[in-house]
T-cell receptor, first 112, second 112 residues
Framework: NAGVTQTPKFQVLKTGQSMTLQCAQDMNHEYMSWYRQDPGMGLRLIHYSVGAGITDQGEVPNGYNVSRSTTEDFPLRLLSAAPSQTSVYFC???????????FGQGTRLTVV | KQEVTQIPAALSVPEGENLVLNCSFTDSAIYNLQWFRQDPGKGLTSLLLIQSSQREQTSGRLNASLDKSSGRSTLYIAASQPGDSATYLCAVGLEGTYKYIFGTGTRLKVLA
């Protein structure tokens, strides 16, 4: 049971480039979410999804897009990378929002 | 706006001590609270989940309590071990939403 898998683990982008961070879970969880973790600021919710075809914005959605075409996958797209998006990104999933959350290992993104 | 605070930011104790980590939140309209552990460079692991109707949860040497009316939760670790060294984060689920708000964490070091 792989749990929540994020790829890549590390990425360096140039300002203005776009990329997609991948997140996949094999636990048939309905709820999935993306967070960014910055020093001294804790984890902040970017986008979340309560099921296939349903997504919504979190606290800090600007500059990011998501889609949820299947239960398993929840990719996060950076449209035009900016240095302010340098962060560690975590994907999480749970059966429902009110149940235990499972996190991926994170993607460390640097935008230069 | 919900704010979650964890004090102290860092804590260093000798092996074998019992210790308490604190989490406070400003709005009592929550549906649950989770405690997580994060090891350096890793994702988060859920330790304990307390629903808003519960007062405490226990798992092995860990006990978490929740006082929703006063906006406080504590994580009690009994007989601490060097392997407990990590950052501990709490997160509250906001009532009426699908969102979690995280604290900035307490970095714990248990000295052998």
């Amino acid at each position: 049971n792989a749990g929540v898998t994020q790829t890549p683990k590390f990425q360096v982008l140039k300002t203005g480039q776009s990329m997609t961070l991948q997140c996949a879970q094999d636990m048939n969880h309905e709820y999935m979410s993306w967070y960014r973790q910055d020093p001294g600021m804790g984890l902040r919710l970017i986008h979340y999804s309560v099921g296939a075809g349903i997504t919504d914005q979190g606290e800090v959605p600007n500059g990011y897009n998501v889609s949820r075409s299947t239960t398993e996958d929840f990719p996060l797209r950076l449209l035009s990378a900016a240095p302010s998006q340098t962060s560690v990104y975590f994907c999480a999933s749970s059966i429902q929002q009110t149940t235990e959350a499972f996190f991926g290992q994170g993607t460390r993104l640097t935008v230069v | 706006k919900q704010e979650v605070t964890q004090i102290p930011a860092a804590l260093s104790v000798p092996e074998g001590e019992n210790l308490v980590l604190n989490c406070s939140f400003t709005d009592s309209a929550i549906y649950n609270l989770q405690w997580f552990r994060q090891d350096p460079g890793k994702g988060l692991t859920s330790l304990l989940l307390i629903q808003s109707s519960q007062r405490e949860q226990t798992s092995g040497r860990l006990n978490a309590s929740l006082d929703k009316s006063s906006g406080r939760s504590t994580l009690y670790i009994a007989a601490s071990q060097p392997g407990d060294s990590a950052t501990y984060l709490c997160a509250v689920g906001l009532e009426g939403t699908y969102k979690y708000i995280f604290g900035t964490g307490t970095r714990l070091k248990v000295l052998a």
